[in-house]
């Protein structure tokens, strides 16, 4: 089910989504505060992010997603929602309504890559693909 903005508004359902270049970093359960480094540190926390899912077809993708730092998949794949400005609304990868709206299948959709804003401070650079950490890395 998506996230409609005008829905999360007329609700008060305190919904909120990273816009373009913010990051916050969870310190506690439901609390964050905003990253004020230039790279996003490896140190075991995590982290909600505004960035980029880059689709197998090449369509670049407004995003919100969460990572974890204490491990190298670093993305919460059910975390990761698409936002759509003609729908005015967020998308999970899961909704099929998703597809239908870009008009692309799921095969040729995914596997995506994805980027947050701002660089994680690790040597490799990304785009990264969905399972990050692979025995051969």
């Excluded at 359902?13 to 230039?38: M, N, Q, T, W």
């Excluded at 980027?115 to 990050?132: A, C, E, I, N």
Aim: aromatic fraction near 14%; charged fraction near 35%.
């Amino acid at each position: 089910m998506p996230y409609r903005l005008k829905e999360i508004e007329e609700s008060g359902v305190p919904i909120r989504f990273r816009k373009k270049g913010e990051i916050d970093v969870r310190v506690g359960p439901c609390a964050a505060s905003s990253l004020k480094e230039d790279k996003i540190p490896l140190d075991g926390r995590h982290y909600i992010c505004a960035g980029t899912i880059i689709l197998k077809n090449g369509e670049k993708l407004q995003a919100n997603f969460e990572i974890n730092t204490h491990t190298f998949d670093f993305l919460e794949r059910d975390t990761v929602k698409i936002y759509i400005d003609k729908e005015k609304a967020w998308y999970s990868m899961d909704e099929d309504e998703l597809y239908e709206i870009l008009d692309v299948s799921k095969e040729e959709a995914l596997p995506y890559t994805w980027l947050p804003d701002r660089p994680l401070d690790y040597y490799k650079q990304g785009p990264y693909p969905m399972y990050f950490y692979t025995p051969d890395n």
